[in-house]
């Protein structure tokens, strides 16, 4: 990467130089959320798929994810007073 930030000298894996194309895609941040945001959704995309595996059992849905039942309710309890924020 260059300087100035962009990709106008990096090589591809195929031996490709990267093209304005290429730069263009990697240039459009807007379209990825930032880290937190995303990594919070897909943790309350899983939790609830767990709860919903186990018809909401705590106890199993631990399980199924490999956590202590002590760390899914924690994670359970952030989720809920989140969502009660954007009530």
Not at 33 to 60: F, H, R, V
Not at 67 to 72: D, G, I, K, V
Request: proline share 3%; hydrophobic share 30%; charged share 30%.
């Amino acid at each position: 990467m260059s300087e100035s930030g962009t990709l106008d000298n990096l090589i591809l894996s195929d031996s490709r130089q990267i093209t304005e194309k290429d730069n263009n895609i990697f240039n459009k941040q807007e379209q990825f959320p930032p880290y937190e945001e995303y990594m919070y959704k897909k943790e309350k995309e899983i939790l609830e798929w767990a709860l919903k595996t186990t018809n909401n059992n705590i106890s199993s849905a631990a399980n199924l994810l490999k956590l202590p039942r002590s760390t899914l309710r924690s994670k359970l309890q952030i989720l809920s007073k989140s969502r009660a924020n954007t009530d």
